[in-house]
């Protein structure tokens, strides 16, 4: 806060948990709305300062911070494992993606005119001002540090709330940045509940934008409470995306890319392909190897590298799966793999990596977003019926088409009302944008469209002679 570690005004403790453990592994005091209010005063005094720095010395900080963070990488890793259960091969990209952030964002400035000619006016994008971010647990420092970074490089300054349920990967980021010698108050954190220390800062009017990472149902609370501030919002909420393999597609190259998206990140990713389609005349087959691939899967230790699904983060995420495994069970859809409880000799919040098939689109496992290690199987009978189930849905994060053919994957692809659709398990790419159709939210991050999300166009009539 305001360039210093300081203790809260708030007097609440929170535990950690270790979740592969169950074990308490900590405890912190949590911020209370008094400490949200300073920490929006020291980024408001900090933002007339640099709103006017040079794009020079805004990569320059960004290039810092990323050193800063790269060298922590190590003990993020570790914050990672302990705390949240990421298997170590996800671990290792999580840290990683946390610190290349900041490159990516020095990149997007770089490359970005910060004032633009348009007929006789010059357009000049300004900083919003002091912006809120708010993230969730499943990727707490990749998303404090995609959005720390992109609302500096357009010259915004922040006010954070972690989750709460992240403290740990808090911490080791706050000392690694704190390393940087940034101006005082050019980021605030405060770690405390979102309805207490998120609630005030999108209640104030102080603070010109939230960009807010979380559930769609956290997410349409903000969209309202920002209403009465007329706030920006950046908004990356839930998904149920769904997976198409095309009636031409290699079954033995399709399914485990399939099953890679399906459960990546333990399942508990926004973007994960949790509704895959098959063409009904490949069941059998594509079933036998779904299963195939899901058998050879091992859930359980974080720290085992053979590990591919981590426990779920909280005993509250473990019975939430619980809950929807038993629903998928009395909806009648038939269990192909997994099911109820732990893994064999497995412990804590771990759960068993679960796939059903004889699935319909109108079954809540295929509705609901679970956020856990479950996949739903639904046939169709032409690429016009696949794209029809795709599309039936409150949600449009991200889709994956699987085929032979990349044209023929690009235009299925092309009719999907979806922000981002890998086609034939194509990677994450930095530059290119991020974010949700319908109730997956509003805008975009990462690239020139995250840089963009933090700036306000001014237009200057009359600098441009006619
Ligand atoms: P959540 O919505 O419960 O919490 C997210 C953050 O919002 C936390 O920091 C929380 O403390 C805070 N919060 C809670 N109530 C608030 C309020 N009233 N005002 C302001 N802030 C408040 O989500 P979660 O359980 O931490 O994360 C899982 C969810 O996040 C899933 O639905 C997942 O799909 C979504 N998610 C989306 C993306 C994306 O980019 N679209 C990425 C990761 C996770």
Redesign the pocket.
């Known amino acids: 806060m305001d360039g210093r570690f300081v203790v809260p005004h708030g007097t609440e403790l929170f535990d950690l948990h270790n979740p592969f453990t169950g074990a308490v592994i900590g405890r912190v005091r949590l911020g209370n709305e008094e400490d949200a209010r300073d920490a929006i005063a020291a980024a408001k005094m900090a933002f007339p300062a640099w709103s006017r720095s040079s794009k020079e010395e805004r990569v320059s900080l960004l290039k810092r911070m990323h050193d800063a963070v790269l060298a922590r990488k190590d003990q993020l890793l570790e914050a990672i494992i302990v705390e949240y259960g990421a298997p170590v091969s996800r671990a290792d990209w999580m840290a990683g993606h946390a610190a290349n952030s900041f490159l990516d964002a020095a990149r997007a400035l770089q490359s970005y005119d910060l004032t633009q000619r348009i007929g006789n006016a010059d357009v000049i994008m300004q900083p919003l001002g002091v912006v809120g971010l708010?993230?969730?647990?499943?990727?707490n420092a990749g998303f404090i540090c995609t959005k720390l970074a992109y609302a500096l490089a357009a010259g915004c300054t922040a006010v954070i709330?972690?989750?709460?349920m992240s403290a740990t990967q808090t911490q080791v980021l706050l000392e690694a940045l704190h390393e940087v010698s940034a101006p005082p108050g050019l980021y605030n954190v405060v770690n405390g509940?979102?309805?207490v220390v998120?609630?005030e800062f999108?209640a104030s009017p102080d603070v010109a934008k939230i960009s807010?990472?979380?559930?769609?149902?956290?997410g349409k609370?903000?969209l309202r409470e920002a209403a009465s501030t007329i706030k920006r919002v950046t908004l990356?909420?839930?998904?149920k995306s769904p997976t198409i393999i095309l009636d031409d597609a290699d079954l033995s190259k399709a399914i485990p890319i399939a099953v890679q998206v399906g459960l990546g990140n333990s399942g508990q990713?926004?973007i994960n392909g949790t509704r895959i389609l098959i063409p009904e005349a490949r069941r059998e087959e594509a079933i036998t190897a779904i299963k195939g691939v899901i058998d050879e899967l091992k859930s359980g230790d974080p720290r085992d590298p053979t590990t591919a699904i981590g426990p779920m983060v909280s005993q509250t995420q473990y019975e939430r799966v619980q809950r929807y495994i038993r629903k998928g069970i009395e909806e009648g859809a038939t269990l192909v793999a997994g099911g109820e409880g732990h893994p064999d000799g497995s412990s804590g919040y771990t759960v068993r990596p679960t796939v059903f098939a004889d699935v319909t689109n109108d079954m809540v496992i295929a509705r609901e977003?679970i956020?856990g290690p479950v996949l739903c199987v639904l046939t169709y009978k032409d690429e016009a019926e696949a794209i029809k189930i795709a599309n039936d849905t409150t949600y449009g994060?991200h889709a994956y088409v699987l085929s032979a053919d990349p044209a023929r994957a690009a235009a299925v692809a092309n009719q999907l009302e979806a922000g981002r659709i890998a086609i034939n398990g194509a990677p994450h790419h930095p530059d290119v944008p991020?974010g949700?159709f319908k109730q997956?939210?509003i805008g975009r991050e990462y690239g020139v469209f995250g840089l963009q999300s933090y700036l306000e166009p001014k237009a200057l009539l009359g600098t441009v002679a006619a």
């Open positions: 708010i993230t969730p647990w499943n990727s709330k972690p989750s709460e509940r979102g309805n998120g609630a999108t807010f990472t979380g559930s769609t149902a956290v609370t903000i990356e909420l839930g998904g990713a926004c977003e956020f994060l991020f949700g997956s939210g």
